[in-house]
């Protein structure tokens, strides 16, 4: 109530000063909209309608729409996708992508990766705290993006500050329907420019209390900062960083609370068990035109991600815990406190010469040679055992540590070439040779895509394909346990693509259609392999996989005020190599695990004047998932099992109570409200999911108005396209859209 209350004092006080400077209140500038372009398909901008891949734009126009605070919430409406989140928010958050493992999409955060070593991410934490647009490129991207860019690549782009100073400050409050604790959502962001330097910062903080009465909190910070210093019409810096810090209680040790709760199996729910991560990101970019034909883009980047996992002993004390204590883990009973640290760093060089011949009209040729080098460390803390001796203990086991530390690194050329004919076909192809200290050889990765357009009917035919590789992790390649030894000798996965696809628009732009089909074929899988006690088990590139699907967008605009969109993913995959293991959860003849064979979305949006009202909804047929539980003292049980489809439905709304008065742009109310049908289903199977929640807040915009002459905003993250200036250079200093 105490955080109510302080929104609506804070509402009532801006609503008197807004009043009191109506007078002097001037409109905001008109909102210049412009073709679509999209930068991650070639790492030049290309308009939407010529792009020769199957890409998604998500515009920050459709984040707000949706109230949206997390990435992953936006991303879950993509053609091809398939989001799976272990439980509450702050669970593991898994993308997979055309039937691709949840480690072989590379994201990128304004061009530089930001995945684990060998690929692995989690959406968990990731906001859309200052980010312009989304942008989802499917297919194999290796040639352009490297290693783990194996199904496709999602690039978050954030904003460039441009003229005079923005501050927008948001709060929201609400409840889960499991547990009356409170949700709490703050959001700030600041953007401008002085002279010739430009800033953009955002800032939020997330507090969930989770829906299980233990143990099931999560809390994160998120920080995102740019800094551009324009020094000459030819040459610009970029600064970017972005901090990601957050804190989740892990309340089960077997693979699902509903196994520890509901049916009363396995060691009971944790009190303590938690999970701590800090990411950080920093990169330079500098962007150098000597002449309008030769671009020059040099990127330094560093990474650093701590990862922490705590699970102290808390044995059981009494007889009825032992039994079923719910609360009281007989894991630790068992083994003891278990601890553990994950710190991996990333140095990376990426320099990038485009050339660029010939006009858009006739013939146009961009060309781009490139060279690219990474070096990657872990340190790896392990702490076990020290049980305290007691009436219940079954055994004392001393504390003991282990400590990994190992290093790898890569380097790579690659080129492309990009040409547009007559403003009718376009061509792209492509090739990287990479050179991994993880490979025992050099790994040369092709791709190749074509498009051709039809301007008297707007049709464009799209066809690509290529070949992509994937790392081994270093828990897979160096780690090591009592139970699992790594494998230095593992070989990259592969995965040899091709796609074909139709773009149709109509009532200028306001029908949209999109058709792709494509197959994925990826051979050398690195899988689990499974020992007989006491042989360790271990990982072998043995796995042989087929995947194809069918992915439909339509877009429909029937009037000024509404826009629906519509998605829908047929996924068809089977393993058709097991390598004659005994691994239940990877069988020959059988579907991969949590990729549904049917997926369905739609966001149907209604602005009319301060009024914005979205629905949005998507259903996720049934798919195959694994169940495993641990039952008290030493019973395993572990089995394939079918998961349930469930249909959720999302509805965002705000009101803009105030505009434009005085130095107050907006005062807004937003609320949504998530599973609006409260449905009960398992996105992972044995974790329950989110029912029901609702949450509330005001959003203020403060800003000084810009004088006569100043420019506009952007509002769709693209610029426009002028064959006589150098393609992205003048364009964004004058716009604000370097992108």
Known sequence: MRVWRGLWGIMAMLIWLAQGSTAGAQPLPDTVTLEPVVVTATGTEVPLKDSTQSVTVITEKQIEERQAIRVEEMLRYTPGVTISQSGARGGTT????????????QVLFNGVRINDAGGDFDFNALTTDNLQRIEVVRGPMSALYGADAMVGVVNLMTQKGVGPPILNLAAGAGVHAEKGAAIEEYRASLLGSYKKLGFSIGWSHISDPGILEVNNQFRSNTLIARLDLDLMDNLSFTYHTLLLNSRFGVPTENAGDIFDVKEKKGPGLDPDQNSSKIDLLQALEVDYWPFPWWQNQLTLALSHRDRHFDDPANPAVTPLDLLVGPYNSQFDLLFGSFNSRDLERRYSLDYRANL??????????????????????????????????????????????????????????????????????????????????????????????????????????????????????FLESFSRSQLTLPNPNLKPEQNVSWEVGLDQYFLDNNVQFSFTYFENYFTDFITFVPRDFPDPSTFGNIGAVRVAGIETYLLLRPAKEFTLRLAYTNLFTRVTDDGDIDNLFFEAGRPLLRRPRHTFSFVANYAWDRLNVNFAGYLTGWRDDSKFIFEFPFLFESERVNNANYFLLNLAMSYDVIRNRGNVNKVQLWAKINNLLDERYQEVFGFSSPGFSVLAGLRVIFGLKPQSGETAQVSQASSPLKSELPLGLTEHHRLGNRL
Not at 356 to 365: D, M
């Open 94 to 105: 898994s993308l997979f992508l055309r039937g691709g493992d949840s480690d072989q999409t």
């Open 356 to 473: 660029r011949f010939g006009t858009r009209e006739k013939v146009e040729s961009i060309s781009t040679l490139g060279f690219y080098a990474r070096e990657e460390e872990l340190k790896q803390w392990t702490w076990f055992g020290a049980v305290p001796p007691g009436p219940l203990t079954l055994f004392a086991s001393p504390q003991s540590q282990e400590f990994i530390k190992t290093r790898r690194g890569a380097t790579a050329f690659y080129a492309q070439e990009q040409l547009n004919l007559l403003n009718r076909i376009f061509l792209v192809g492509g090739f990287r040779v990479e050179n991994s200290s993880v490979f025992d050889q050099t790994e040369f990765v092709p791709r190749g895509s074509a498009a051709v357009h039809f301007p008297e009917t707007d049709t464009t035919l799209r066809a690509a394909g290529g070949r992509a590789i994937k790392e081994p992790t």
